[in-house]
């Protein structure tokens, strides 16, 4: 049955959480075990429909999975190729990262054509266009990207925009190719160069992850059994930050790296809020009297989009108008329609939305559009006074490991039907 978050609102925030580690640094690296030969253990992953999905697909090749307490064991022994024209890969965008790690493991790869978040058309031009470079032939048959490797070599890799999942394949394909290969304008995201950290502790050689240029020194190893702890996930953190920004009150945040958040630690201190930073951890305090900002998102260090929408949410409680300006994903205004059913008066441009803040909104039913829409939809929710239902929290799950338990420790009035 489907399931949805039903809240009373306007309740102060309170409390401490231990932020998990980052799924966008989880997933890639999951991909990466197909590389492996061993086990590879990931420290503080959260139970969130992704990673699950993901684990089905690489389950496809034989890789098999374990939870242990906090922790995932993913063993790679009897991993065998196969194809991955599947209903599991074509509903989940992120099963593209495996096209470069099975074509550095198998020197082919075939696999349904990505889905996703419903924020736009998420093209994979990019991808194609730098595997090409380094030797990959493909075609497309009825929705299946076909891929050979067998001629591919190293090389200069120059990508027209700093895309994150483009970076990743680019990456994975030129392990073990012989020579360097660079690749210029790659994307300079906290979770791609935690991801270079995971793949220098098996045994590969990339230098520069985070920096405008990116160097993998091709070599053929037998990656080593590992255990890894990835970057704490900076979105989860964010959403907080603001709840507790627009609730009043305070919060502490620890598994956090600052750096990863600075471009939403400058606009929420900006906004009002008093943040403290200690070694991996923040403090937040709030006393919910806000001034309005204007955000542009765009690749990292810019804001980062997945925020987006967790801003509507800050927005709307801002004394005036606010602005936010939609660089990365073409339509992920969706969720607009979904916050006027609150009453909130947000005006639509083309890559652009003006929000009015301090309106009084009400109670309403409202459908999860996305999983950070859903979110933002859900922190709106807690600023209203009278009764509200968020639908289709499927799509919150996929990236929020027990987000109404952790906010009831929040001290907020919040209850899965
Ligand atoms: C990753 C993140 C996602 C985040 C996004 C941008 C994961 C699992 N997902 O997604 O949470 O919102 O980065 O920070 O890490 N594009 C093309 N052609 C391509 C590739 C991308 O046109 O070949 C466009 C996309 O349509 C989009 C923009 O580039 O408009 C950014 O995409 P990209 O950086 O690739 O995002 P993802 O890797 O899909």
């Known amino acids: 049955m489907a399931q949805a978050y039903l809240t009373r609102g306007k309740r102060k925030v309170n409390g401490s959480i231990q932020i998990k580690s980052a799924k966008n640094s989880i997933l890639p690296i999951i991909c990466s075990t197909v590389l492996q030969k061993n086990d590879c253990e990931l420290i503080l992953v959260p139970k969130i429909k992704d990673v699950e999905e993901l684990l089905n697909v690489v389950g496809l090749l034989g890789i098999t999975s374990e939870r242990v307490n906090e922790n995932l064991i993913i063993h790679s ?156 996930d900076r979105i989860v953190a964010g959403t907080l930050l603001v709840l507790t920004t627009i609730l009043g009150g305070e919060i502490m945040l620890s598994n956090i790296e600052q750096d990863s958040l600075e471009p939403v630690i400058f606009y929420l201190k900006k906004v009002g809020a008093k943040i403290a930073k200690y070694q991996n951890a923040i403090y937040l305090y709030s006393n919910a009297k806000l001034k309005p900002f204007k955000i542009v998102t765009g690749p990292f260090p810019q804001f980062p989009t997945d925020m987006q929408s967790i801003f509507i949410s800050l927005a709307l409680c801002c004394n005036g108008k606010s602005e936010i300006v939609e660089k990365v994903f073409e339509d992920r205004f969706k969720v607009v329609d979904e916050f006027k059913k609150f009453g909130a008066c947000i005006k639509k441009r083309e890559n652009s939305i003006i929000i009015e803040g301090k309106k009084s909104l009400n109670g309403a039913t409202v459908r999860a559009t996305d999983l950070r829409a859903g979110a933002g939809l859900v922190l709106t929710a807690l600023t209203i006074e009278d009764s509200c239902e968020i639908e289709n929290i499927e799509v919150i799950m996929r990236g929020y490991e027990d987000f109404d338990k952790i906010l009831r420790t929040l001290g907020q009035d919040i209850k899965k039907n």
């Open 77 to 232: 022994q009897n991993i065998t190729y196969s194809s991955l024209d599947c209903d599991f890969a074509k509903n989940f965008r992120a099963s593209i990262f495996l096209v470069g790690a099975m074509l550095t493991r198998f020197k082919q790869c075939e696999i349904s054509l990505p889905g996703g978040c419903d924020i736009g058309k998420r093209n994979i031009d990019i991808h194609l266009d730098a595997l090409a470079s380094l030797g990959a032939r493909y075609e497309i048959v009825q929705d299946v990207l076909i891929f050979n490797g067998k001629n591919m070599h190293s090389g200069v890799v120059e990508l027209r925009y700093p895309s994150v999942g483009a970076t990743i394949n680019t990456i994975f394909a030129s392990l073990e190719l012989e020579g360097i290969t660079t690749i210029i304008n790659p994307a300079k995201e906290p979770e791609i160069k935690d991801l270079a950290s995971f793949l220098n502790s098996l045994g590969y050689v990339i230098v520069g992850a985070g920096s405008k240029k990116i160097s993998i020194y091709g070599r053929k190893i037998f990656p080593k059994p590992i255990a890894y702890k990835p970057i704490g």
